[in-house]
C-alpha cells in the first residue's frame, strides 16, 4: 500500500521540538490506555466522561495538533502540485490511514475470541456487516488530515489558514445551537449523534455511552481539522522562522490568545472532548503552542537538558505504530483468564506487583507508566536505527 512505508530517517532534517512533543502525546496516549482500574486511579488519568478537561483530555488533540506542525515537513512539497497529484496523493494515504483503522477495529473485535478459542469465523463473518464499527482514532486522523489539508491549499497563506479554522469552528459550534436550541450539548440530542445516527448508521458507532454516538463521529471532525489547522501554524513558525526567542514569542502569543478565546467561548459552548467542541479545540491548541514555545526555549537555554527528552523523542518518530501495538497487547492482556481464574491477566499482573505502592492511586498509574516504558527499548531501537514507520 502506497501509504504504508518503512524509511531511514536523516536525523538532521527531523525537528527535535516537534518529535519530543509527538512523543509526549503518544506516551499520554498510552500510559492512560493501560491503566489497570479506572476506579482507583487518579481522576485526572481517566477521560472527562462529558464536559471538562482532564490530563487524558490532552492526548488526542495534541497528536492532532502535531499532525498539523508535521504536514509543514513532509507536505511542503506535495501541497505546491496542482490539484489533481496533490488530491490523488492525499487520497492514497488518508485510505490507507483509514483502511488501516477500520481493519484494526475488526481485529481489537475478534481478539478476546481468538484467545478464548470462541471464535467461529462463519458466524462472525455473518453477522459482521451489521454491526462493525467504522469509525476509531485513526479513522478520526484520517478525516481530519483530508479536510485539513485540502483547506491548506486552498488557503495558501497562514492568515487564510486561521480564518479558515475560525470558520470552522464557528460553523461547528452553530450546528450545535441549531439543531437543539434548548439543550445544544445534551448527549441525548444533539447534532453529532444525529449525523452518527444516519453516518454511518447507529449499528456502527459506539455504544460506549450507553446509546448510539460515537467520539470519533463524522461531526467532530470539522473542529478537529481547525485542531490541527492551528498546528500547521505552528509548524510554519517552527519552519520558516530561524531565531528561537522568536519562535517561541510567536507561538507564547499564539497560544495566548487561543487559551483566551476558548476561555471566553466556553461561557457559550460547554468544553468536551467527546464532542471536539470549539472551546476545547482552542484551549488545547493554544495550550500546545504554549509547551512548543517551552520545549524551544528550554533545549535551546540548556541544550544538556534534551538528553531526559531521548524517550518521548524515540516515541515521537513512531507513535502510531507504538499506538497501535499498546493497544493490540493490551486487548490481549485484557482477554487472557489470570492464573486464579479472577479476572483479566493484566489485572492480575498488577496485583501481583505494584499494586499498593504508595497508595491505590499512585500504584494504577505506576502500572501503566512502566507498562509503557515496557515498549521504550523497541522505541530506542528503531530511533538508532532511523527506522521510521510512515502510515
Known sequence: MASFSVYHSNAPKRNFVLDVFRGLAVVLMIVVDAVPDLRTVYPTLVHSPWEGIHAADLAFPGFVFAMGASAVFSWSGRIRNPWPEFLWALLVRVGGLFLIGFLFNIVLEITPMLVRQEFDFGAWLWEMPGQVRIFGVLQRLALTYALGMVLAKM???????????????????????????????????????????????????????????????????????????????????????????????????GGAALVGAGWFWSDYDIVGMPLWTSPYALLNAGADMLLFAALGWIFFLLPFVGVLFRPFCAFGRNPLVFFLATQLCLKILWSIESPAGDGPLYVWIWRHTVMGVGGMAFSTALFAVLWCALWWPLAEWMYRRGIVVKL
Open 155 to 253: 488557503a495558501k497563506t497562514e492568515s487564510r489558514v486561521f480564518v479558515f479554522a475560525a470558520l470552522l469552528l464557528l460553523l461547528s459550534s452553530a450546528g450545535y445551537h441549531i439543531y437543539a436550541p434548548a439543550a445544544p450539548f445534551a448527549l441525548p440530542d444533539n447534532i453529532s449523534r444525529a449525523v452518527d445516527v444516519i453516518v454511518p448508521g447507529a449499528a456502527h458507532v459506539s455504544q460506549h455511552y450507553g446509546l448510539p454516538f460515537d467520539p470519533e463521529g463524522l461531526y467532530g471532525t470539522m473542529s478537529s481539522a481547525a485542531s490541527m489547522l492551528f498546528g500547521l501554524l505552528a509548524g510554519h513558525v517552527l519552519k520558516e522562522h530561524s531565531g528561537e526567542w522568536e519562535k517561541g514569542m510567536l507561538l507564547a502569543f
